[in-house]
């Protein structure tokens, strides 16, 4: 019975086209070892054979006879077998079938939502890949933990686990009473990953994947500039003899001590700042805005607009979680290749602009939330690949 099943899981993936080359050869193996195996193969393969099989299994609900943990076939199913008195020979294609079919239908619910499942083991979000530049142009992977001692010992440097954080010793505030130039550092977060930064002033980043942020080392000008291209949420370190600013693309961002967020994607054509907490003041070369807590600013084409919003909604994904909330297909897309490291490709312009609401927890594999998106927007997909085609 387990050599039958280890022969229905190979035709599976022969049939999902997700074999590997060892596996492919032990089929082969199989069906050349006789002319009843490669008679049967031929069979079972058959796409209306199959196509009934399934339309039968899944009437009678002989799927739930299967017992998955321990793979094996049920003695209740075995028992109808015989039951039926059905010859060997039928036995074996039907245990076949239902080894075929189950795995198809429990392990994807369709062959497209494994492949993708597969692409997500391949890429797994949340790894801690981030990269630091320091002052010389020195790369440094933050895979591991760092510990770092500036030469004069006025600032310790530390990374655990996907937190970096400056620290400023008592030589650091000596320091600042003499004009002294700030050096910068770069942190680069990619696709699929995400940190945490704490600067020396006591200042908290939370850096979304695919974002890049270039911030001072010490904290020794009249101000606090930070340069971002990505997404972060900050809480800022109040200082009102030192004003704090986020540079990005054609906006820049001033507070004093305050809670927001920010998203600022080079291939997205609108650069949106939460507030939560505080106020910030938001300017462009030809517009400018003020913003309190619960508003959001959206620039676009030059302007700003100013909407009330649920904070909620853009900041929880620094707590583990994808909110939207009627966000068209097209962003929502966007952000699941950040993080998942897979294309999306739309069959027609029309499903961009299809809108969606919900929750899902970042650390669940991608094929949950397009399961979701094919069961409440009526939509399929097709996976190819590293990309995902999304069709009507």
């Known amino acids: 019975m387990e050599t039958q099943y280890h022969i229905s899981k190979l035709i599976a993936k022969y049939y999902l086209n997700t074999i590997s080359k060892e596996e492919e050869k032990e089929l ?50 075995i028992k109808r077998i015989n039951y039926f008195k059905w010859t060997s020979y039928a036995a074996a294609i039907l245990l076949l079938f239902v080894g075929i079919t189950y795995l198809i239908y429990e392990l994807s619910g369709n062959s497209q939502e494994y492949l993708i499942n597969q692409l997500s083991e391949n890429y797994k979000p949340g790894m801690n890949k981030s990269l630091l530049i320091d002052e010389s142009g020195k790369t440094i992977a933050l895979n591991k933990e760092l510990s770092i001692i500036s030469g004069d010992s006025s600032l310790s440097i530390q990374n655990i686990s996907n937190a970096l954080k400056y620290t400023s010793t008592k030589a650091n505030s000596k320091l600042e009473g003499i004009r002294m130039k700030d050096v910068y550092h770069t942190l680069i977060i990619p696709t699929g990953g995400e940190h945490f930064l704490e600067l020396s002033d006591g200042t908290k980043i939370w850096l979304n994947s695919e974002s890049k942020i270039k911030y001072p080392k010490f904290m020794y000008g009249k101000s606090r500039m930070i340069e971002l291209e990505g997404e972060a949420y900050f809480e800022v370190a109040e200082n009102k003899n030192k004003p704090f600013f986020v540079k990005t693309k054609g906006v820049n961002i001033k507070v004093l001590g305050t809670a927001f967020n920010v998203s600022a994607y080079h291939n997205e054509d609108h650069i949106t700042t939460t507030l939560v907490d505080g106020k910030v003041s938001i300017s462009s070369y030809n517009d400018q805005m003020t913003l309190e807590p619960g508003y959001q600013s959206v620039y676009r084409k030059d302007k700003f607009e ?22 068209n297909l097209f962003e929502l897309t966007n952000k699941l290749s950040r993080w998942y490291g897979v294309q999306f490709f739309f069959d027609k312009e029309e499903l961009k602009n299809i809108k969606f609401t919900g929750a899902v927890q970042k650390n669940k594999p991608l094929g949950n939330i397009l399961k979701t998106l094919k069961e409440t927007k009526h939509i399929k997909y097709k996976v190819s690949g590293n990309s995902v085609l999304i069709m009507k």
Do not use: C
Request: hydrophobic letters at 30%; charged letters at 40%; glycine letters at 2%.
């Open 28 to 77: 082969r193996y199989w069906k050349n070892s006789n002319k009843a195996n490669e008679k049967l193969l031929n069979r079972v393969l058959d796409e209306k054979n199959l196509s009934n099989t399934v339309e039968i299994l899944r009437s009678i609900e002989l799927f739930k006879e299967l017992d998955v943990n321990h793979q094996k076939i049920s003695e209740k199913y």
């Open 306 to 327: 100013k909407l009330k919003v649920d904070t909620e909604y853009f900041t929880e994904w620094k707590n583990g979680t994808f909110r939207f909330k009627r966000i």
